[in-house]
C-alpha cells in the first residue's frame, strides 16, 4: 500500500464555541474531538500524523504532542487560511513519497470508509480528491462543482459563491486527499484574492485541473462529516455519537430496553448478552461482559464487570472497580479501586474504597471502607466468605480472614481472624422500665409548666 500521512488542522480560534476550552478539546462520547481525528489517521493506515495547533493554545499543542509526538506537532503562527495551516507541515511532510489526507479537527465523527473512499479516487487515477455530502442546510459550507464527466471542477467558497453556485447542495466536507509532493506544491501557487482574504486549501482543485490533472469527490453522508462550531453543534455531535454508538451495541447482541436514555463512551465495551437497563451513563475505561446486568440509573467508570455479575440500580463504580463472576453490586453502593470477588455482595449502601472482597463474601447494608486518612490511602481486604454486619467502619488499613465475622456497627482497626467473630462498639445495657419512668416524669413537668435545665 502506499504510504499514508495526516495531516490535522487543529489551529482555527474556535471562537463560537464561546468556551475557554480550546475548541478541538472539547469531546464527544468522552474523547477530544482532536482525538477523534487521530485516530481516524490511525484507521486509515497513516504512517505518520502531523497536528498544526495554533500559537497560543499550549493546550492544543501538548495534547497533540501527547497523541502524536512532540515532533509531528507544528504551529501555524497566523491563521491565514486553511492551505496556510497545511503549508505549516511542509518542512515535515513536503518530502514525504506517499499519500496525504488532510482532517480538521472539529469534525470527530468521519468513519473510516469515507476516508478510504477518498483514498480509493487517487487510486483510481484523480490527483486531488474532497470527501463532499449532499446538505440538508448548504449554509457556509464551500459548494461542490462538478464537470460534465462527473469529476470535480472547483470548490467554492459560500462567500465567493453566485447565487447559482449557492444553490448547489453538494458540500465540502473540509477532507482532501493527494500526493503529499503535489500538495505541497500547489499550496505554494495558492493566492488569497477572495471575500475573506484568505489562502484557501479548496483552491487546490482548480490549480490541480490548471494542470491538467483530475479531481475527484468521493461522497458520504451528511451524518458523517458533522463539523462543530458551537456548543450546539457539539451536542449534535454528541447525539449522533450516542445513536450511532448504542446501534453497533444492540447489533452486537446487548440488551437495551430503553437505548435513548443510555450513555456511552468511545471505548465502552459490552459483551453479547448484557443487559442494560434504563439510564445508564458509561463514562470511559468501562468493559462490561456478556451476561452481567447494569440496573437502572447506575454510573460507571474505568471499571469491569464480569458475566453473571448485577450492578446497582442507583450504582456508582469507579476507576478500578472490578466485579466478579456472579457478583452483586445494589443501590446506593460506590466502588472505587477494589476487587470484588466471585458471588460477592454489597446489596445496599456502602463504600468500597481501595479493597480486595473475596469471593462469596457479604458485606452488609451502610458498610464503609474507611481508607484515607487525609494524607494517604489505605487498603482493606476481605477474605473469601466473610461477613460484615451492617454499618461496620473498616479503619484501613485492615484485613478479615477468610469466613470471619464482623458484628453488624462495629468500627474494626485491628485485623478480625480467619473464622472468628469480632465486635468494635459499645456494649448493650438494659434499664428496665426506664422507659415508661422517663415518659411519667416528663410529662408531669410539663403539665407544671416548667422545664428541665437548659431546655428552651
Ligand atoms: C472549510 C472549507 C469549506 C468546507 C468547510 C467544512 C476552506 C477554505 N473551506 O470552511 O469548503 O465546506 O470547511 O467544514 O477550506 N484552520 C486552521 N488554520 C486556519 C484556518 C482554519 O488550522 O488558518 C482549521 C480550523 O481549526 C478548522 C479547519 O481548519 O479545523 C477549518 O477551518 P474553518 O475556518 O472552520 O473553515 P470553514 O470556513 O468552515
Ligand atoms: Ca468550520
Redesign the pocket.
Known sequence: MTKRIAII??????TRMKSPLP??LHEVGGRSMLGWSVALAGDLGCERTIV???PCAEAVQAEAGRLVGPANVCV?A????????VDAARGLVADEDGQAIVL????PLIPVEAGERAFAQLDAGASICVLGFDAAVPG????LKRAADGSLEA?V??NDATKEELAITL????VMAGPAKLMFELIAEVGNDNA?G??????LVKLARARGLKAAVAECDERD?L?V?SQAELAVAERVFQEQARAALMRDGVTMPAPETVFLSWDTRIGAGAVVEQNVVFATRVEVAGGARIRAFSHLEGCKVEAGAVVGPYARLRPGAQIGVDAHIGNFVEVKNTIVGEGAKANHLSYLGDGDVGAGANIGAGTIFCNYDGFFKYRTVIGEGAFIGSNSALVAPVRVGKRGYVGSGSVITVDVEGGSLSIGRGRQIDKPGWGDEFRKQQTALKESGKKPNGAI
Open positions: 488542522l487543529a489551529a482555527g480560534q474556535g475548541k478541538v498544526v495547533a495554533g501555524q497566523e491563521q491565514l487560511g486553511t492551505a496556510n495551516a480538521y479537527a472539529d469534525t457556509k459550507y464551500g459548494r470548490i467558497e459560500a458540500c465540502n466536507s473540509g475573506k484568505e489562502y484557501y486549501l479548496t483552491d462529516v463539523g462550531n
